[in-house]
């Protein structure tokens, strides 16, 4: 069993930068397939980056040039650097992790207001 424990998130201008963190129980950090999504009220969970399993990255074209995935294996943590925030990345924010089985961190919540 994997937990996956989501911190970073808060209320920004747009123009400004957050950067989320996901630290996971247990040392998975190899290459697995880990990344980030985000859900908006009303709108169906959508991928914003990950890891492949192969140690690629996938961002979605929303958030390309803006947004970086990064991981510290030592600290079992995988890191989203979210730069020239936009309103519309307002969402909320969970961590993913296929380990064998699926694991989902809670969430955080990015608001992105003037």
């Known amino acids: 069993q994997v937990q996956l424990v989501e911190s970073g998130g808060g209320l920004v201008q747009p123009g400004g930068s957050l950067r989320l963190s996901c630290a996971a129980s247990a040392s998975i950090f190899s290459f697995p397939r880990m990344g980030w999504y985000r859900q908006a009220p009303g709108n169906e969970r959508e991928l914003v980056a990950t890891f492949t399993a192969g140690g690629n990255i996938n961002y979605a074209d929303s958030v390309k040039g803006r947004f970086t995935i990064s991981r510290d294996n030592a600290k079992n943590t995988v890191y989203l650097q979210m730069n020239s925030l936009k309103p519309a990345d307002t969402a909320v924010y969970y961590c993913?992790?296929?380990?064998?089985?699926?694991?989902w961190g809670q969430g955080t919540q990015v608001t992105v207001s003037s």
């Open positions: 993913y992790l296929r380990w064998g089985n699926d694991y």
